[in-house]
């Protein structure tokens, strides 16, 4: 008699997790208003902001993501020192957001990997509601990010830095734009969330690029991953959040044995 076994997907399966942020696991609140933000990842890399205050926030039981809580930016203030910062060494290579733009005016930044460039962007100049990076160059997706509107985005980057490697963009699970270029998340000396610029030595007034929305997850791997691993994730943020359908979060697979017998394993993903 064939034999069911069932296995839970998690984004720590796959090797080089270096950052996992997600808002329904290791947020510290005073009131409301963030204090810390732990990764998940067991690397330690938790963020925090500078100054607590009613700019970030916790959203629980966000419409958009299935009802799930996110992280709420909502400073509009150019000048705005606003983010949640980590000033560790980051390589990050292969990068996953689950985000919501609220609001565009000017330079807004959702994931900065900074050393003399910005490194992950959700929206530039003046109501560009672009996806992309900045190293030496600003690179694009080609689907703008449409206001209020939940999107899965992936950066795949590869591993060097001679200016001719592809970045490859993907939108909720779809290819959205490649480009040659630097390896733009090759090491970088910190990490800032919900905004931009150099904070690597205390505050800074170059801080000065605040995303204003929601973001409710954050995964990123110091390897390029291959397209069935790129999947995986995907599917696990989707069957988490519901952005996009179909959700193909189960996949069986069926194995003979040396008796003759057939063995049925189905996957899941977790949350």
């Known amino acids: 008699m064939g034999s069911l076994s069932t296995k839970q997907f998690s984004v720590r399966d796959l090797q080089g997790l270096s950052l996992w942020l997600k808002a329904d696991s290791g947020v510290t609140l005073v009131g409301s208003n963030v204090t810390a933000w732990a990764d998940q990842s067991e690397n330690g890399f938790d963020v925090v902001p500078d100054l607590v205050s009613a700019d970030i926030t916790l959203a629980s039981n966000v419409a958009k993501f299935n009802?799930?809580?996110?992280?709420?930016?909502?400073?509009?203030?150019?000048?705005?020192?606003?983010?949640?910062?980590?000033?560790?060494?980051?390589?990050?290579k292969s990068l996953f957001i689950v985000y919501s733009l609220e609001n565009v005016d000017n330079f807004e930044y959702s994931v900065a990997y900074e050393n003399n460039g910005i490194n992950a962007y959700t929206s530039y100049g003046d109501g560009n509601r672009a996806f992309g990076g900045y190293f030496n160059g600003f690179f694009d997706s080609d689907t703008l990010s449409t206001i209020s509107t939940a999107y899965i985005r992936t950066v795949i980057a590869d591993d060097d830095e001679d200016g001719n490697n592809p970045i490859?963009?993907?939108?909720?699970?779809?290819?959205?734009?490649?480009?040659?270029?630097?390896?733009?998340?090759?090491?970088?000396?910190?990490?800032?969330?919900?905004?931009?610029?150099?904070?690597?030595?205390?505050?800074?007034?170059?801080?000065?690029?605040?995303?204003?929305?929601?973001?409710?997850?954050?995964v990123a791997y110091d390897v390029v991953l291959t397209t069935p691993q790129r999947q995986q994730v995907e599917a696990y943020l989707n069957a988490k959040y519901a952005i996009y359908s179909p959700i193909k979060n189960n996949k069986i697979s069926i194995k003979k044995t040396n008796a003759g017998v057939g063995k049925i394993s189905l996957y899941k993903n977790s949350t």
Request: aromatic fraction near 12%; charge should be negative; glycine fraction near 14%.
């Open 67 to 92: 009802n799930k809580p996110a992280i709420y930016f909502q400073t509009t203030d150019e000048a705005g020192d606003v983010g949640l910062f980590n000033n560790n060494t980051f390589i990050t």
């Open 168 to 218: 490859d963009f993907f939108i909720n699970g779809n290819a959205d734009g490649s480009v040659n270029g630097d390896g733009f998340y090759n090491s970088r000396n910190e990490i800032v969330i919900g905004n931009g610029g150099a904070r690597a030595a205390g505050p800074s007034p170059s801080i000065n690029q605040p995303f204003q929305g929601y973001i409710a997850e954050i």
